[in-house]
């Protein structure tokens, strides 16, 4: 029998995620974007031809999480397509030339508006206004942005004790039934100690999985991790509640280094394993 195939992304869906990438676009959360599109050259779908934005005041930078930027614009691109096939299955609107705009209000919600451009001027076809509830889907935002600044000193402190504590150490093996990972090298004592589970990260799917969601681990090492989830469920913190999200693997030992500060670790180990196409690595929390 064959796998009914995935539901169609809504325009909903799609301007979400396109408030995602813009972010990643940008050095610091915007109150004001604008992207604008023009047909391609073959003419049936819109290209992006720019990007620009507003940002108010005081507003926290983002951190370095590893995405790169042509990547970045080359999902609005092929975002963009998206939207124009989903708006006109949904309302038989299909825009090659214009813009959209999207301005947050004061309260924090969001006004989208897609304006067509041609040689007989401009036409506001669509607006949608998103409140604040519908913008928790949101990965990449300012409150996000804001906790890591806040932890990225002792994120550095941790990771020179934890340089300091290991070196010469030349072998690692891993036990997750009783929750230690042991250290050994040629020139020092072997040593061993009890860690949790941040998070862990593939290759292959370029995903990282918070430990919290990891039900292949006992409960045990993983119970910091869901109470820094439940403490983390406030509007713009999904990265930090969602069980697994999309991201290179410098995002995921960001997030991870985050959490073990959080949670009031010794440091982060970054244990590489192999995967069944790539690699991919556990992130523990060593005490």
């Known amino acids: 029998m064959l796998q009914e195939s995935a539901p169609a992304a809504t325009p909903d869906e799609l301007l979400l995620e396109l408030m995602d990438l813009v972010a990643l676009a940008f050095p610091e959360p915007l ?11 073959s003419g049936d779908r819109p290209a992006l031809s720019d990007l620009d934005g507003r940002a108010r005041p005081g507003q926290p930078k983002r951190p370095d ?13 092929e975002l963009l397509g998206a939207f124009a096939d989903a708006t006109e299955r949904q309302g038989g609107v299909r825009v090659l030339s214009g813009r959209l705009e999207i301005e947050e209000d004061e309260d924090g919600a969001r006004n989208v508006m897609l304006v067509r451009a041609d040689a007989d001027g401009e036409l506001a076809v669509m607006t949608r206004r998103f409140d604040k509830s519908e913008l928790r889907w949101l990965l990449w935002t300012g409150p996000l942005f804001a906790r890591l600044n806040d932890t990225a000193e002792r994120e550095g402190a941790q990771r020179a004790e934890v340089e300091a504590l290991l070196a010469g150490t030349a072998r690692f093996a891993v036990d997750l039934a009783q929750g230690t990972v042991a250290f050994s090298g040629e020139a020092r004592p072997d040593l061993s100690l009890a860690f949790e589970l941040l998070g862990s990260w593939s290759e292959q799917g370029r995903r990282y ?16 991790v869901e109470e820094l989830r439940q403490r983390s469920t406030a509007c713009g913190l ?8 999309g991201c290179p693997e410098a995002c995921a030992d960001r997030l991870a280094r985050y959490a073990a500060v959080e949670i009031g670790a010794r440091g982060v180990f970054r244990a590489p394993f192999p995967a069944s196409r790539g690699r991919g690595f556990l992130y523990l929390a060593l005490r």
């Open 31 to 41: 109150c004001r974007m604008r992207v604008h599109f023009r047909p391609n050259d």
């Open 65 to 77: 999480l590893g995405f790169d930027d042509a990547a970045v614009l080359a999902s609005i691109h």
């Open 209 to 224: 999985l918070w430990g919290f969601a990891n039900e292949q681990v006992p409960e045990r090492l993983r119970r910091q």
């Open 238 to 245: 999904r990265a930090l509640s969602e069980g697994s999200l």
